[in-house]
Structures are given as C-alpha cells and as structure tokens.
C-alpha cells in the first residue's frame, strides 16, 4: 500500500484514502472493514480529507457514499500547504523580535542551560552560528567525527557567514582534516594538557563546555557576559604561549 504519510496525511487518513482508491465508492461501514479503523473516528478522517479536498461524497438511499477526487488533486493539496506555510514564516517573522525579547529577558538571570545528546549537541552549534567569533579550548574534531553529515553542512553555513574559529587544539589532532578548513585558526596545546574529551566553547555572552562522553554527549551553557569575558582573557593567554599548527 502506498504510504501518503510521506506528502503530510495522518495514518488513518491515509489508510481511508487508499481504500477509498482501491475499492471505489464506500459507506463508512465498508471503510471500517477495509481499514480497522473505528466507525466514530472514520467520520473525523472523513471530513478532514473533505477539508483537504481529497474526497467527497454523495447520498445515495438516503446514505452517505464517501470517493476520493481525482489524485491530481494532491499537487493541490501540496501546493496549498506550501502556501500556509508561506503565510505563516511571513507572521513567524513579524513576531520574532518580540519572541526573541522574550526569551532573552527570561533566560538573561538563568545561571546555565545543560543539553543532553546529539540533538542537544546542534542546537548548541546552531547558536554559535549567530555570532562572528568563536574559540575553543581543547578542541578534538569530536563533533566533527562523530556527526559527519551535520558537520558539513553546518561547516558550509559558517563559512557562508564568514564566523571564524580559534582552536587550541589538543595534540591528536595534528593530521586532522579539519584544521585545514577556512577560516579555522588553530594552535597545539601541550601534551600535558590533553586530558578527557571535553571542550570549552566561547562566543558571545556564553561560555559552553561539551564533555564528549562515548554514550550521550553533555554540554553545559553559562550566559554571564563577565565569565565569558574572564575565559576570553585566559583563552588569549594560552593562545599567546602556544606554538601554531
């Protein structure tokens, strides 16, 4: 059976629509037989196939006769979804700077944020991309190696905004693809500095430490513009003691 699904239908809208394809006109207790689904729900599928034009009906013996319009119907149907969603970006993006106020005036007096996995991980990377700057101290290609294809395409969109990095690297890394990457300024830290698989991020107001753990990465964000300096401040020490790559 052909899983409408993917174009947007729930489960059960595409269940009705293909057997409303395959068997013709149905009563609603025919689409029950064909499809499992309870005769109260089938009514609410019903109507919002209706809704989406991708069916109707007729009454035939005083009986509701449901039928799916022709297939074309779905470029339709498709076509006007991407039209509300045209509408509703272009009231996203109305509201935004008010959403955006919002949330900074509540998350300005947070102490920190953690993030939990992957998932966590890009939200995170997603953020640095808002600012022109960003250093790292203790650097290991972990994101890098670990998320390869969310790493390129997040590599292509920071070079794309001209963000440039400051990496004190640890001493593995010195074959490692991604220090010949643009504007990606890199520098060995010591061996004896190489310890755990974490790494401190900072950019902006924020300070970020990532504890690459070979389960489920944790990272941990501090918004405090003073800390962030203070880790700039020792960030530029040890960038100024250290020999580049």
């Known amino acids: 059976m052909v899983d409408l699904t993917q174009i947007g239908l729930s489960e059960n809208e595409s269940k009705v629509y293909m057997a409303l394809l395959d068997n013709g006109a149905?009563?609603?207790?025919?689409i029950h037989e064909e499809t499992g689904i309870d005769r109260r729900n089938i009514y609410d599928v019903l109507n919002r196939l209706i809704s989406k034009g991708?069916?109707?009906?007729?009454?035939?013996?005083?009986?509701?006769?449901?039928?799916?319009?022709?297939?074309?119907?779905?470029?339709?149907?498709?076509?006007?979804?991407?039209q509300t969603i045209n509408e509703?970006?272009?009231?996203?993006?109305k509201i935004l700077s008010r959403l955006e106020s919002k949330f900074e005036a509540r998350t300005s007096s947070a102490e920190a944020e953690i993030y939990r996995g992957y998932e966590g991980i890009k939200t995170i990377w997603e953020d640095t991309l808002n600012y022109k700057e960003a250093m790292m101290i203790g650097a290991g290609g972990f994101g890098h190696d670990r998320m390869p294809r969310y790493w390129i395409a997040f590599n292509r969109k920071r070079i794309k905004r001209g963000i440039?990095?400051?990496e004190l690297v640890i001493d593995s890394m010195r074959n490692h693809p991604m220090l010949k990457e643009k504007l990606i300024e890199s520098k060995f830290l010591p061996k004896e500095l190489t310890g755990p698989p974490n790494v401190i991020w900072i950019y902006?107001?924020?300070v970020t430490n990532i504890l690459w753990l070979?389960?489920?990465p944790i990272a941990?964000?501090?918004?405090?513009?003073?800390?962030?300096?203070?880790?700039?401040?020792?960030f530029n020490f040890l960038w100024d003691k250290v020999a580049k790559w």
């Open 26 to 30: 149905l009563p609603v207790s025919r």
């Open 220 to 234: 941990f964000v501090v918004h405090d513009r003073q800390i962030a300096e203070s880790y700039r401040r020792y």
């Open 54 to 82: 991708l069916a109707t009906f007729a009454i035939e013996n005083k009986k509701r006769i449901f039928q799916i319009t022709s297939p074309k119907r779905i470029m339709l149907f498709l076509e006007d979804q991407k």
């Open 204 to 206: 902006g107001s924020k």
């Open 164 to 166: 440039r990095w400051k």
């Open 88 to 93: 509703k970006k272009k009231i996203a993006k």
């Open 214 to 216: 070979e389960t489920t």
